[in-house]
C-alpha cells in the first residue's frame, strides 16, 4: 500500500483489523478495481481509497460473516471505482492546458457509461468462456481472438478443416445459451 496520511478516524485495533482484512480481501479488492480501472497506479488509488472508506466502518464491519465481508469488500471498492472514473471523466472534460485539446470527449468517444458497460460485457464473458470446454474455448478464441484460420484450428485440435464451421456453430450456440441463461439469472 502507498503511504498516505488517512482523514478517517480509528483507534488502533480498528487499523489491526484493516491491516487483516486487507491482507485477506487483497487479492478481491485488486482484482475487483481491475473490472474499471485498467491502470495500476490508479487501481492502487482505488484500493487505498476503499480502505480509508472501509476503516469508517470498521466497528460494523469486524462483526460481519466473511462472505459478507467479502461482498462488503467488493462493492465498496465497486463503487470508489465508479466514482474514481466520474470524477477523472468530469476533470478531463473540464481541464485544458495551453497547446493542448481542449479536454472534452471526441463526439464518437465512448462514454464513461457505455465504457463501464464494455468492461462489464467483457468480464461476464470471461466467465462464460471460462465455464465451456476446453475445445470450445480454444475454437472461439482462436477463431475470433486470434484470428487463427480454419486450417490452423484443425491442426490444433486434431480434426478436418471441414469439421471446424460446424464446431464453431456449436460452441457459439452454447455461448448464446449461456448469456442468456445468465441473463434469465440476473432477472430474477
Known amino acids: 500500500m502507498r503511504s498516505r496520511k488517512s482523514g478517517a478516524a480509528g483507534n488502533g485495533s480498528d487499523r489491526e483489523f484493516m491491516l487483516g482484512l486487507y491482507q485477506e480481501y487483497r487479492g478481491l479488492m485488486f482484482s475487483t478495481a481491475e473490472k474499471f480501472i485498467s491502470d495500476p497506479d490508479e487501481r492502487e488509488d482505488v ?32 463503487n470508489t471505482a465508479i466514482n474514481h472514473l466520474r470524477r477523472r471523466d468530469l476533470e478531463r472534460r473540464h481541464m485544458s492546458f495551453a497547446g493542448e485539446d481542449d479536454g472534452l470527449p471526441e463526439p464518437d468517444a465512448p462514454t464513461l457509461e457505455e465504457l463501464m458497460d464494455i468492461r462489464e460485457r467483457g468480464a461476464h464473458m470471461r466467465e462464460i468462456l471460462a465455464e465451456l470446454s476446453e475445445t470450445d474455448r480454444l475454437l472461439l478464441t482462436g477463431k475470433y481472438i486470434l484470428g487463427y484460420g480454419d486450417a490452423e484450428l484443425a491442426a490444433e485440435l486434431g480434426v478436418k478443416t471441414d469439421s471446424i464451421r460446424m464446431m464453431l456453430t456449436r460452441a457459439r450456440r452454447r455461448v448464446i445459451s449461456a448469456i442468456r441463461k445468465r441473463e434469465a439469472e440476473e432477472n430474477d
Do not use: G, N
Not at 480509508?52 to 465497486?78: F, G, I, M, N, S
Open 47 to 78: 484500493v487505498q481509497d476503499s480502505l480509508e472508506r472501509l476503516l469508517r466502518h470498521a466497528d460494523a464491519l469486524r462483526w460481519k460473516e466473511r462472505p459478507v465481508q467479502a461482498a462488503y469488500v467488493v462493492q465498496t471498492v465497486r
